[in-house]
Each structure stands twice: as structure tokens, then as C-alpha cells.
């Protein structure tokens, strides 16, 4: 898919580190955090008028490397087939800024992070942070920048909740969001497969109550709390696609060994995903995750009456952890407050992964959508 | 539900020992098993011509208490309101025998019985069987009980299952079969979720390569299974509406707590399941039903061809463990053999638990279909 030549080419990491105590991040909880590091990149240029900047919201286990290639590596960020010269967020045109979330361990501070106070990781003294907290650290990024007001908030997933987070929190500072395959609030169907990845992970002696740091890691429990997110990620169908019924061939003596390809390869994505992501931190952002709701049950529609925001809305067929109809509700909500809508439900058989993967549709849809949002803001 | 007046009352489980060595069992994959013990009730009267026996067969964690109370017990067997006096598997009209499959344990044949020739549980040096092997050892328990010819078998989940395997397996002594449910073969997501429950079984340092047996018990990584089981048999509708987002009210001060109702349901059913369930039995059980595959992959038509059994297939529509397209796959075969076949696909919100809570069209459904089977063995 991602096609090198097309790509932004290298790219680098920045910091931006902020809210030093006593001026910490008060947080949604009352709380507080400080000092605060965002990890974030860029692509593109800002334009003179600040008017071209798009802020690109991450999922669960994302980061801040959407795009481009890190030196020396041979693979790029984790939607380099969304942004770059000509794709659907273009760098020709529009600033692309993408940061990691607070409460995360992809440079960003989160239980990893030394703990001010001991000067040791913070583990679960890291204060419990919600969506709402996320972006408005983002949004202090925002400010470093110099920005006013985003051409466009946009993201699929745990992204889409903080795409939806930055029109209630700031709707004077957003001309237009796409929030893709996510919902307003977590059904209970979907809190009990987060919960099911956090039992797995406490349920490993070495997690000890997350102070793991520096000792053995739940590697374990952290691989089962993948594999089931995993299955949730994909449909019926494009795991049928993609590895039938067929055998492993490595099938050894031990009878409870991976005897199909899907255990294989469960497994292997499992147990490498503790290379790239502390399990604290998906104790944490799974809690945000659920807890998000920023409506309190009532639906958008009162939040959003008004706002001047321009919404693409954006779910998949086959997605059954963020039903089509979740996206549907947000849709209604938006025509309710007569909010300019437009939603797209997609044929695609890739299941909730469908945002990362369906490009060319979704190439099609956001490259008319920003256009039409960037000739609104010359208009203005 | 369960109606005590209408109760079968008070039955007792009963143990049958065969295959004694040398006579040993001979398993799906060359291995023998010896001596194996079924635990199994029965309920009503078998009739003097031997014709009115139904054999009922239980999923995954079930057991060979169906129906009744066990002495002192407040709760019925796990279909009770399937099976009593004036019920859809009536006790006034039929015979009802449920045994608890090999592999289990709950009272037959398992990895935590005792291994003759060490003289120690089994665990892991339980050999691996398969839904044929368990439908072979209940054949041993039909012949044992001098019955030639079941008027029925019937079953939900794995029931469904060994409903398939015994007309695949004995077709001549089967008159009509009721598949619930269920399916041909897994697809690979009822693979990967088996595999996550193996998984986290595993990852519990107490289950020692399933030498647990008198020590500490891997109750964490089983309690993980159970939770993920428990998602996958509800639907997404019936967990909104048993639990909604509603708030768990003891909340402490422990950030990963049971926030949500549903996270505390989840955690009582995962913790208590050790009480009555092997953590070996689970691999053992999930592996012979990842690989059942009567057909090798061929579909059911070319094995049924002919068959005299009667088929009634039921399915639900919420049900997305065990799509509806799986037990359609199973009603085309059927037809295509010249099977005679009723396919109903039943409006429940319940997921695949409908099956088991689906009373009174299941009643009407199967009332119906045994009468009109019992005619025609009155005809024959």
C-alpha cells in the first residue's frame, strides 16, 4: 500500500513539553499534570494565513508517526497511505500535526514517565486522564504552534472520540472534522472487550500492580490483551480471506501449539506488541476510552446546535466493534443541531480496520470534503 | 424461568465405566483411552419398543445435568426449561439421556481424572480427542442402555456439534437430529476467540504446563476465558439491555476497578468459574471443537446423501458466535442430500445464549417436529 515515492520521505519526532508545576494540566478528574511532554510530527508547510493546518488524531495504540519514514527504517507511519504529496491529506497543500496522546508510551507522558515527585516511573500513581484531557493537551500544541483555528480535525477509532472531544471542547477553533469508525459513547459490548484486555494484563503476576519498570514485564498478559483486540479489529470475512482454515506448518508435539495459521498468527502479533507499547498505558487509554462520553448520555445534538464545524462522518459495513449504526447516531445528532453532515458508510470487508486500509475510497471522500471546507475558509 | 412445579424434581447424575484396558477406547488420532466413566442422567420412561429415546447434547461447559434438581440444589439443570413434563423435550412422552461429554469434568472421563498408569491426573498426558471420539464414547452409553435407535438428538453450541457427528458417524441410528446454533466447522474468528481463552489459560504461571492438579489453581487465566466467552455468547443489544453504561456502586479507590456494571459481571462470572470448571478440560474441549470438520472441508451433502434422518435447524438471528449463514450452510446441504429438513431462524436479541433462553418458540419449534417424527416412526 504505502508507496515510497509518493511518501514525505524522512521524518522526525519533535517534543513539546509544557505545564511545569504549579502552572500543571488541571485534568478532567481534578487532578493534576506536570510537567507535560507531547510527541508530535509534522508534514507540510503552515501557510501565511494559518489557515491549512489539520490535526490527525490517533487510535488506541497509535503514536505520533503517521506518516513518512523514520531514518533507517523500512517501514513508514501508521497512515502513510493517507497523508503526503497528492494522497488524501495532502502535504502539497494542508500542515499535517499529529501528537501522541497523554497517558501514552510513545514519547508523550504517561505511567512510563518519571514520576516528578519520586523521580521513578509513575505507574499507577499516573493520574486516571480521560479523552477530553488528551486533546486539551493537544490543544496547548496547538497554541505552540501558533495555530488559531484547524482546517480540519480528523481521525478514526479512539481518534474519532478526540475528533468529536474538539468539536464540543473548541468548536470556534475547528472548521471541520471526520470522525471515522467510532462512536459518542461505548456500549457495554464494547467497555467488556476492553475489560477482558485489562483483566489479562493484571492478571500477570509480573504486572504487579504496574510497578513492572525496569523488571520482568507482563509480556503474557499484555499478548492476550492484543490478540482479543486483534479479532476485534478484523471481520469474519477478512479473517476468512486472510488465513482460512489453512495449517501451520511448524505444528510441534505440544497439543495446545498453534495448529492453525490464525493462532500463529495471533500469537506472534501478540507477543511482539510489547516492543512498542507499556502496558499501563493500555490500562489507562482503554479507561479513557470507555469513560468517554461527552454528551453524558444525551446525544450531540444540544452540544452541537450551531456550531459552525463541517462534519464528513465515515463508518465501514463490517465493522462490529464500531457498528455502522454508532456512526449513524453521531450523523442524526449533527443534521439535528443543523450541522452541514455528510456521512459515508463503506462497502468494505476489513471490519473496524477498514479506516486504516480503505484508501482509495476514503482518498475520494476527504479529498472533495477538504477541498469544498478549504474554499469556505477563503470565503470567510 | 425455571418453573418448579413443572420440574422433572429431583434426578440424580449416574456414572457408566467402560473400555476397560486392554479394551481400551480407540481415539480419533490412534490413541486410546481407558477406562472411560460417563456421567449422564436420564429423564421419563424409555418405552417397551425402545423408540422414544431422545439423547440431548450440552456445549461447551455444560454438563449431564439438563434438567431437574440435583438434591438440595436451589438451581435446575442447564435446560430445564426445555425438558420436563408437558416441556418441548417432554418427560411424559420421551426419554431424555444427557451425559457429560469425555474430555469434561463433570464426572466423566478428563484431563483431572486419574491416569491409570501413573496413577495421577492425567493433565496434559490426556490424549487430544475430537467430537467424534465424545459422540463414540455416548454410543458406548446408548448400547449400554439397550436402545437401538434414537428417536432424536439434539443440541446447542458444541451440542449441535455432536448432533452432526452422530448422524455423520451413526446415521442408522438417528431418526431426527436438531442442530442449534452451531456449525459445520469453525471459521477462523471462533478459532481465534477458542485461542484467546487458550492463551490466557496458559499465561497463568499456576496452570505448569497443566500440573496443577492440588496446588494453587490458574484461576486468573481462566476467569479471562470465561470473560471472553461470556462476550461472545451475548449479543450487543441484550448487553444493553441487561446492562446499559450503568455505574457499578461500590466504585473504591482502585483506578482499574469494576467501573461499569458489565466489568463487574464479567468479573464474578470469570471468578467463580473455577468451581466448576478444569482449566485443562477448557483446552482440551475448545481444541476437539476448533477441529471438527466431518466433511474435511467438503460441505455436508456428499456425507448426508440419502440419509434417513429428519433435520430441524435452528438459528438466531443475534446470534454472531454462531452466524445464521453457518446453520443456512448446514440446512443447504441437507437439501441438496434430499434431506428432510426445517430451517427456522428465530428474531432473538439474545446472541448465541438464545438458544438456551429461548423458550417458547424453541417449544412450539420442537414440540411440533418430534410429534410428527414420532408418527412416522409409528408408521415405519
Given at each position: 500500500m504505502a508507496d515510497k515515492d509518493k511518501s514525505i520521505g524522512i521524518v522526525e519526532t519533535r517534543y513539546y513539553t509544557f505545564a511545569e508545576p504549579p502552572d500543571a494540566l488541571v485534568l478532567e478528574s481534578g487532578e493534576t499534570l506536570g510537567p507535560v511532554t507531547l510527541a508530535y510530527e509534522t508534514y507540510g508547510k503552515l501557510n501565511s494565513e494559518k489557515t491549512n493546518a489539520i490535526l490527525i488524531l490517533h487510535a488506541?495504540?497509535?503514536?505520533?508517526?503517521?506518516a513518512g519514514f523514520h531514518k533507517g527504517d523500512k517501514h513508514p507511519g501508521w497512515w502513510d497511505n493517507m497523508i503526503g504529496p497528492g494522497k488524501a491529506f495532502d502535504t502539497e497543500k494542508y500542515f499535517l500535526i499529529c501528537s501522541n496522546v497523554i497517558?501514552?508510551?510513545?514519547?508523550?507522558?504517561?505511567?512510563?514517565?518519571?514520576?516528578?515527585?519520586?523521580?521513578?516511573?509513575?505507574?499507577?500513581?499516573?493520574p486516571l486522564i480521560t479523552i477530553k484531557d488528551m486533546v486539551n493537551a493537544q490543544a496547548r500544541l496547538i497554541d505552540h504552534l501558533g495555530i488559531d483555528k484547524l482546517l480540519c480535525v480528523a481521525g478514526g477509532s479512539m481518534g474519532g472520540m478526540q475528533v468529536l472531544q474538539w468539536v464540543v471542547s473548541y468548536p470556534e477553533r475547528v472548521f471541520s472534522a471526520i470522525p471515522m469508525a467510532t462512536t459518542i459513547v461505548h456500549s457495554p459490548q464494547q467497555i467488556a472487550f476492553n475489560e477482558v484486555g485489562r483483566q489479562a494484563i493484571m492478571a500477570d503476576p509480573n504486572w504487579d500492580d504496574g510497578n513492572y519498570y525496569g523488571r520482568r514485564l507482563p509480556v503474557k498478559g499484555l499478548s492476550v490483551a492484543r490478540m482479543v483486540g486483534h479479532i476485534t479489529y478484523m471481520s469474519d470475512a477478512s479473517m476468512k480471506d486472510k488465513f482460512g482454515r489453512r495449517e501451520k506448518?511448524?505444528?510441534?508435539?505440544?497439543?495446545?501449539?498453534?495448529?492453525?495459521e490464525v493462532e500463529g498468527y495471533l500469537q506472534y502479533r501478540g507477543d511482539n506488541f510489547i516492543k512498542r507499547f507499556d502496558p499501563n498505558s493500555y490500562l489507562y487509554i482503554t479507561k479513557a476510552i470507555d469513560n468517554f462520553d461527552p454528551s453524558d448520555g444525551q446525544g450531540l445534538t444540544g452540544i452541537l446546535k450551531g456550531a459552525p464545524t463541517r462534519f464528513l462522518i465515515i463508518a465501514f459495513k463490517?465493522?462490529?466493534?464500531?457498528?455502522?449504526y454508532q456512526s449513524q447516531e453521531i450523523a442524526r445528532s449533527c443534521k439535528r443541531a443543523g450541522v452541514d453532515t455528510i456521512y459515508c458508510e463503506l462497502n468494505s470487508t476489513?471490519?473496524?480496520?477498514a479506516f486504516l486500509v480503505e484508501v482509495d475510497e476514503q482518498t475520494h471522500l476527504v479529498t472533495h470534503f477538504l477541498q469544498r471546507v478549504s474554499e469556505g475558509v477563503r470565503e470567510t
Open positions: 488506541l495504540t497509535g503514536d505520533a508517526h503517521a497517558g501514552g508510551c510513545r514519547g508523550s507522558t504517561g505511567p512510563a514517565s518519571i514520576n516528578p515527585e519520586t523521580e521513578r516511573p509513575y505507574g499507577l500513581a499516573f506448518n511448524e505444528k510441534g508435539p505440544f497439543k495446545f501449539g498453534a495448529a492453525f463490517s465493522d462490529w466493534l464500531y457498528p455502522a476489513y471490519g473496524h480496520d
